[in-house]
C-alpha cells in the first residue's frame, strides 16, 4: 500500500514514515501543495495524510482538487486545526478521517488500518482465504490454526492479492504497490515471479492452491 504524506513539518514526516513503514505501508513524503497534487497526478497512492496548513497554500484545496479529478485517494487530514467548522469543512470537502494534532501514532495507524479495510470491503482484520486465514495487521497467515512462515515480502503479495480478490493483478500493479516507484524499478525483471513462485511453493504445502492463478502474460488473481 503506498501512501503520500504531504507534511511541511520535516521532523513529523519522518516520524511518519518510520512508523508506518514498521506496518508495512510504502511512503513517500512531499512538503507543499504543489509537489503533492503532482504526485497524486504521475503515480498511483492509496492514502493521502494531508497537514492543511501547507507553505503555498491551503491543504483544504489539495483535498478539493483532487476530489474533482477520478482519483479515489483515501485521505486522512492531518492538522492543528481543531475547530468543528474545521473539522466539518474537511470531511464534507471528501476527507475520508480527520485526526487533530497532537496525536498517537498507534491511534493513526488504526485509523489508516480502518479505512484499508473498508477501501476493499473488509470489516475485520482477519480475512479467510480457502482454509487460510490472513491477519491484515499482524503479518501472520495461519492454515488450521498453524503459523504459515512468509518473508515480508511474500506476505505483502499475499495481503494485495487477497484485498483485490476476484480481480486480476498485473505485475505493474504489484511492482508499483509493493516496491514503490515505477519509474525506478524495472516490472519486467522477474524478481516479481520469483517472490510470487515462492509464496505459491509454502502455501501449497498446506493445501491445493489452484485458486490462486496467474494469467498468462498478465499477473495473477485469487479466486474465490
Known sequence: MNILIVEDHRELAQELGDYLTGMGY??????????ALEEVAVNSYDVMLLDLGLPDGDGLEVLRSIRKSASKIAVIILTARGELD????????????YLTKPFALPELGARLNAIVRRMHGFAANEIPVHGFK??????KVTFDGLPVPLTKKEFQIFRYLVL?????ITRL??????WGDVLEINSDSNFIDVHVRNLRNKLDKHTDIDWFETVRNVGYRINE
Open 26 to 35: 510504502l511512503c513517500k513524503h512531499v512538503s507543499d501543495c504543489a509537489d
Open 173 to 178: 500493479q504489484l511492482t508499483e504497490h509493493i
Open 86 to 97: 474545521d473539522r466539518v469543512s474537511g470531511l464534507q470537502l471528501g476527507a475520508d478521517d
Open 164 to 168: 483485490n480478490k476476484n480481480r486480476v
Open 134 to 139: 490472513v491477519q491484515l495487521e499482524d503479518f
